[in-house]
């Protein structure tokens, strides 16, 4: 199986990361370690807040973008040609137009949104990506740009 | 305690949240769950990748500053005035410059950084935060903007 170079990569290609469905023992237990903001673990509490309920960690939808995107990229790895990639330089644009509930499935893709050549590193280029999860009703629930280098490929020799 | 408009913010205010030291086991634990490559789970493998040892997901470095967040607000809570915030239309520039490894200890900040008024939303200002990470060496580690909606001071009867 033979690494894609950045040259390889089509702006446009997309990939179904697949699904995944929030519970609300999951929400809490995730917040009360890392966000433990009342709408986030405590259902009653919650009904009172802004959100008239309990909703996840925009972190917590985050991690689980994180978790699909490996998995996928592990199922594929022995069929479809794996990016040469390096460090990510960062992320931008992370927004969560739509809470996320109890019982909510979403799910999560990524596609590629651009490509940037860099004269600071020649062998790298830049590939940015659209991070998406919407719910099933279509409704876009959490997005942001991905950064990632990837290598050029070298001249011929 | 009285609740802080948009117009009491004032722009270079730094909130100093806390330190943090991070283990072998909890970054292993954090990425098996939602990132789990190798150089997050695998102190063997990861010696033999690009950073050389195992470090830490930068979603669990994120985690963390959240978790400090919330901790200094609810421990401010008694004793100095908060935001009238709402929700938050996102974050941007999210980055990671240097990797988090066994043992580090970070320190972590948010700062005000700018205010902007929202001819879309006249009861609302809009507050930009810098957030940071920082290791005992004072280098960055983590950082991103961050962006809340807050309540404007209503017009005087």
Same mark, same amino acid.
């Given at each position: 199986m033979t690494p894609l170079y950045w040259e390889d990569v089509q702006i446009?290609? #997309? #990939?179904?990361?697949g699904h995944y469905t929030f519970t609300e023992d999951e929400i809490i237990a995730f917040a009360r370690k890392y966000d433990p903001q009342p709408f986030h673990i405590d259902p009653a509490a919650a009904r009172h807040s802004l959100f008239g309920g309990l909703i996840a960690s925009g972190w917590h939808t985050a991690a689980i973008w994180m978790k699909l995107a490996i998995a996928e990229r592990e199922a594929a790895a022995g069929t479809s040609p794996l990016l040469r990639t390096g460090v990510s330089p960062g992320y931008a644009d992370?927004?969560?137009?739509k809470p996320v509930r109890p019982g909510m499935r979403l799910a999560f893709s990524s596609e590629i949104a651009g490509k940037t050549e860099l004269r600071s590193r020649p062998a790298m280029g830049l590939i940015l990506s659209r991070n998406e999860a919407r719910d099933d009703t279509g409704d876009l629930v959490f997005a942001f740009t991905g950064k990632s280098f990837v290598e050029r490929r070298p001249p011929a020799a």
């Open positions: 446009g290609a #997309r #990939r179904e990361l992370m927004t969560w137009p």
